[in-house]
């Protein structure tokens, strides 16, 4: 994974000490709610950026984005999950993970820590603990007085709806290698006509 810590640093269940297995998970604020998901199933945390709408293309889908040469369609969660919107909150950062071997990102208002957890910790999960549907949690961790509900990222998105964003993204990423195929063939023709220019230059002088 990378640059998973780049805007934080990895905390321990204040007042506990490991015990067995240890889970670690990204936290990250979304709506009025706390959600993580395992460690495991991030590639990385990016700051947002640049988003390119995407015609017709579902609500939840922001568009696409470009990662160092990779498109990566981006999900809006809180529209995914039909959570509202809080006021005078703006999205600061994406959750890239591969599913599938699509990469797509998670817009979410703010990545806030990784927290290392015992398993033995982390619980099912309960009736009407939030308002997404449970198909996506796969638990709950409770600290002192915070309920972080984690997500399986593997279930947030269905088999057709990657396959939806499988399309979108192999279409901006063909697109984005004719366009840099493009430069490439116009580079010499340009550095061709520039050195015959001075050639005639120094023929003149």
């Known amino acids: 994974m990378k640059k998973k810590n780049q805007f934080f640093k990895e905390k321990e269940k204040p007042g506990e000490q490991p015990e067995g297995k240890i889970i670690q998970m990204i936290v990250f604020s979304l709506a009025d709610e706390e959600f993580g998901v395992n460690i495991d199933q991030v590639r990385e945390i990016i700051r947002k950026g640049t988003v390119t709408p995407i015609p017709d293309s579902p609500d939840f889908i922001s568009g ?32 890239m993970s591969e599913q599938d071997k699509n990469l797509f990102g998670l817009m979410v208002d703010e990545v806030t820590e990784v927290l290392r957890i015992p398993q033995a910790e982390i619980k099912g999960t309960p009736e009407l603990v939030t308002r997404i549907d449970r198909v996506y949690i796969s638990s709950v961790v409770t600290i002192e ?19 939806k964003l499988s399309q979108i993204q192999l279409k901006h990423q063909q697109g984005l290698e004719r366009t840099k195929e493009k430069t490439e063939v116009n580079e010499p023709e340009t550095q061709g006509v520039l050195a015959g220019a001075e050639s005639t230059k120094a023929g003149k002088a």
Not at 80 to 94: C, D, M, Q, S, T
Not at 145 to 163: F, H, Q, W
């Open 64 to 95: 696409v984005t470009n990662v160092r040469g990779e498109i990566a369609v981006v999900i809006d969660l809180k529209n995914r999950f039909f959570l509202p919107a809080k006021k005078g909150v703006e999205e600061k950062h994406i959750v």
């Open 145 to 163: 007085n915070r309920l972080i509900i984690m997500l399986d990222l593997t279930k947030v998105l269905s088999e057709e709806e990657l396959e």
